[in-house]
């Protein structure tokens, strides 16, 4: 070979090279052979695909079944703001329990150990301080945590009690509860605790034992309950908390008479699914939805009760109960927004003339006014804010209880998953077996 010129006979290796390129009868013979091969690659991969992805989805339907909060809070990122601290220093929760300013050694190393696991929260005035006195006396020996919230400003007359230093006591002039409990009971505040009393201060306990009521709770799966309402109280406003003596519970009212009949198809407030507002019990789940609803801005807190129900972790009708065994004496006492006027007979009406000829008026009137238009507020909100979320579903809409059921149905398959599993993993062996033949 000269300059690099290729030989006679490396010519002709190309020239036979290029003409079996060219044959499509010996490309054919190869083909076939490495088409089976592929197919039964690819086949195993889809059926290994098939199998991984389909055991992943039932395995996340069931954790979030099963632990619905759990899965939002682990998908949920960590602040950006707190990126500054390692995680293991974060607290994002706190209590409502007193510490002390110093302890003792064998206290620092023993550790406190913490006791109260339920919540009594009251707002009080100086007027009904002998019946807070006997409310309290009966939840502390309980292990109640109590905070008293003063709407009146009045708190030096009560350290008089052997109890008022163990509670706590917050104080804001002419505030209501709601608003007391928007603020100082958030989540977060007050998650140690299983339940939360939020009660009025014009309620009788002579008949009413904590312990025992919680153990009904407990036992009976109530999220959202309130202790029944004796008879003869002041102040009834639905039938359904009146107490039943021969029951020990009740979810639900029969009435006959009158523009509201409740029969045992009803399925609404305040047929069934109803508390009151005057002494509400929410378990720590049910509170974490219910101080969501409670509006910042509307603190008389004017139908809510009739919302209650969808905070109470599943069926309302199942979930939101009356305890007849353990009952309070309503008292009826207005106490938040008393007249100006000293005088009863002032009090008594919603606008006179005074001697002077000067118009005065029963703040009550006023009060009750704002508590309609809040309520007018609350009702258009919700029902601006059903229509804007479209991925929301009523849970007690006809139509999703037709959903429900079709998805009680998938739930008992998912539950049967183990055994479609096990065909799964008998397949890919079949497969498997296959493909290394």
Known sequence: MEHGLPSMKSIKSLKSFVKRRNNPQDVGKSGWKVKPFLALICTALLIFWYRTTN??????????????????????????????????????????????????????????????????????????????DAMVKKFLPANFTVVLFHYDGNMDKWWDLEWSSKAIHIVAQNQTKWWFAKRFLHPDVVSIYDYVFLWDEDLGVENFTPERYLKIVKVEGLEISQPALDRNSTEIHHKITLRSKTKKFHRRVYINRGTKKCSNTSEDPPCTGFVEGMAPVFSRAAWFCTWNLIQNDLVHGWGMDMKLGYCAQGDRKMKVGIVDREYIFHQGIQTLGESVQSDKKTRARDVRTNRHGHTTFDSRTSIRRQSTWELQRFEERWKKAVEEDKNWIDPFSSSSKTKQKSNSVSNRRLKRGNTRRVKHKRSQETVTSITDT
Do not use: C, H
């Open 55 to 132: 055991i992943q989805f039932e395995e996340t339907e069931l954790e979030e079944a099963d632990y619905p909060f759990d899965m939002a809070m682990e998908s949920e990122p960590v602040d950006a703001k707190l990126k500054g601290l390692p995680r293991g220093i974060l607290q994002p929760r706190s209590d409502l329990e007193l510490k002390p300013l110093w302890s003792s050694n064998s206290l620092r190393a023993k550790g406190v150990e913490m006791t109260n696991r339920n919540l009594l929260a009251v707002p009080v005035g100086i007027k009904q301080k002998g019946n807070v």
